[in-house]
């Protein structure tokens, strides 16, 4: 038999806390991927030249170009934008990726999320599991639910979707006509 912390033990909180970590990882996940769909673009386009420049242009050709563009943005896609959304990930799973990346809680937000859904016959004493739900209640809220901790990988991850993006711009706007060739097979 399970039981759940009652509200005003702070188990209720907890569990929004830990949705709020949950959410800031799945944002960096994103533009994570967002990176990864903008590099596969990049890798598209190349693909398409090189495939275009050694087996010529012919109406097969083209579609063999445009088919193996969309599989690779498509997969991309799906990888980098769809996946990190559709994936549920435990509130252990999450406890456990705060501890690593923020060291100084050690072990109080993974205690207290078995606290909150352990079972009610591992003795231990109702007043302990409290203190430990709000000390790391506490914690959680200093490390701003998980913003302070993925803060840095997300200016990291947008730096390189934007650096991609202008590359790929610059590919496409300077670089030669067959790249701008390419883009229009793929993506007009």
Known sequence: MTARVKLEDGGDDLREAVVAVRRHWRRRRMVEGLAVVAAAVIAALLGGVLIRSMAGSSASIV??????????VGAALAWGGVLPLVRRVDDHRVAL?????????????????????????????????????????????RLERGAVVERPRVRRAVARVAALAIAAVLLVVLGPVSVRDIARILFV
Do not use: F
């Open 63 to 72: 579609t063999a170009t445009r088919v193996a563009g969309y599989l690779v």
């Open 97 to 141: 990726y705060l501890e690593e990346q923020a060291p100084e809680l050690r072990q109080l937000l993974l205690s207290a999320v078995d606290a909150i859904a352990g079972p009610d016959a591992d003795g231990a004493s109702p007043s302990l599991r409290r203190r430990v739900i709000r000390h790391a209640l506490a914690e959680v809220d």
